[in-house]
């Protein structure tokens, strides 16, 4: 059984994310995660300007995604950094895309989840995941996010991504805060906990 973790990371933190969320997938006897990277929209020189060469140079092995290897898929969770509490152009650009499937009904019954990103704790990590979900309603996809029997999203302890909605990370005002253990943590849980639902819708 495969999963996508489909994702876009100009600086880095939702790669991580992602390569979390896919571990915690490949936890569950008999599923296979990949991660794919959606099609960058911006020229290099702006990406220059931006700083963030050095970290999509880091994700340069990562295979860009394509439509149709998303109706291939059991269950694909989706990555995005938020932008002004929606999803990130680039993804947007690319789930656009997606009309054949919708045509079809290639993605319908399959699990859909979401994490995403911001630069701070009110960012719209939450209401990116949540406008989200809307595309994947329409897409005919059966919602996950991440419940509280991961007990990660109630510690008082230290500034947290992750809500029921999704696994997410926050990456500080310059965006030089890595995802903390908590937060991988939760994404961790969030791959399995699809994968675990996964396998049981396929049978």
Known sequence: MNILVVYYSMYGHIYKLA???????????????????????LPAQVLEKMGAVEAQKQQG?????TVDELGSA???????????GNMCGQM?????????????????GKVGSVIASSNTQHGGQEST???FHMTLLHQG???????????????????????PYGASTIAGADGSRSPSDNELAGARFQGEHVAKIAKKLAV
């Open 19 to 41: 390569q979390a969320v896919a571990e915690g997938a490949r936890l569950v006897d008999g599923v296979n995660s990949e991660l794919r990277r959606v099609p960058e929209t």
């Open 61 to 65: 092995h990562i295979h860009v995604c």
């Open 74 to 84: 059991y269950a694909i969770i989706f990555g995005t950094p938020t932008r002004f």
């Open 92 to 108: 947007r650009q690319f789930l656009d895309a997606t009309g054949t499937l919708w045509t079809s009904g290639a993605l319908t």
């Open 129 to 131: 995941i949540l406008s």
């Open 141 to 163: 996809m059966v919602i996950v996010g991440l419940p509280y029997a991961f007990q990660g999203q109630m510690t008082m302890d230290e500034i947290s991504g992750c809500s």
